[in-house]
């Protein structure tokens, strides 16, 4: 079983710039996408971004399009997050997560996701 660990989050104002990492454990790490996904209270869990598992291939939520930057290295078996431009709507705690498939094209959905994080609070306040 991969575990996955996120790093970075915080408190910051709206409008700065915040930088997430995922370390996994799995030593095949390079063979599945990865994904981002973010929790608000009293919000269903969202999909933020992915990337896949060559790293060629991203797509984000509408709402962080253009701020958000996923990226990984492969070397590391670390996945990042750049987040810029925050805002307060931006406030949740960020998942990183594993695909449960390896070799296939980034999926979205929550539930093409086997693995998770313990998840990192980012705050954006206004």
């Known amino acids: 079983q991969v575990q996955l660990r996120e790093s970075g989050g915080g408190l910051v104002l709206a409008g700065d710039s915040l930088r997430l990492s995922c370390a996994a454990s799995?030593?095949?790490?390079?063979?599945?996408?990865m994904g981002w996904f973010r929790q608000a209270p009293g919000k269903e869990r969202e999909f933020v971004a992915v990337?896949?598992?060559?790293?060629?291939?991203?797509a984000y939520a509408d709402s962080v399009k253009g701020r958000f930057t996923i990226s990984r290295d492969n070397a590391k078996n670390t996945v990042y997050l750049q987040m810029n431009s925050l805002k307060p709507e931006d406030t949740a705690v960020y998942y990183c997560?594993?695909?449960?498939?390896?070799?296939?094209?980034?999926?979205?959905?929550?539930?093409?996701?086997?693995?998770w994080g313990q998840g990192t609070q980012v705050t954006v306040s206004s």
């Open positions: 997560a594993q695909d449960r498939y390896t070799l296939r094209m980034p999926p979205s959905n929550v539930a093409d996701f086997g693995s």
């Open positions: 990337i896949s598992w060559t790293g060629g291939n991203t």
């Open positions: 799995a030593r095949m790490f390079s063979m599945y996408a």
